[in-house]
């Protein structure tokens, strides 16, 4: 199962993202839970940086697959902040559409 953990501060913004495991929905290379999960994860992450102008402290498990964890970093301004949450809270809206559609494969928790 993959574990989609979103880690928010007390104001309620998104700081950091944490997604680890395997969904293992389906034969290796066609497990389309977990293909969702990637792309949607790699993409929001890939915006931030781009559009958000920030970067990110990153650490994925390239060896293995199946980790990934950001964080944004403390020296942001208010509008990379504002491009980053909506990043951020569009990329927990998609994850639980995934989730309510194959709810045996992920599970999304946030904490304060």
Excluded: W
Excluded at 5 to 11: P, Q
Excluded at 32 to 51: D, P, W
Excluded at 66 to 77: A, E, K, V
């Amino acid at each position: 199962m993959i574990q989609a953990h979103f880690d928010r501060l007390k104001n309620n913004q998104i700081i950091s993202i944490e997604i680890s495991g395997h969904a293992e929905s389906g034969p290796y290379g066609q497990d389309l839970v977990c293909a969702a999960v990637s792309a949607l994860s790699i993409g929001a992450i890939n915006s931030i940086i781009e559009l958000a102008k920030l970067t990110p402290s990153i650490d994925i498990d390239e060896e293995n697959g199946g980790y990934l964890s950001m964080t944004l970093p403390d020296n942001r301004s208010e509008e990379q902040s504002n491009v980053a949450q909506i990043l951020l809270e569009s990329l927990l809206l998609s994850l639980k559409s995934v989730q309510e559609e194959s709810p045996k494969y992920i599970n999304i928790k946030q904490t304060k």
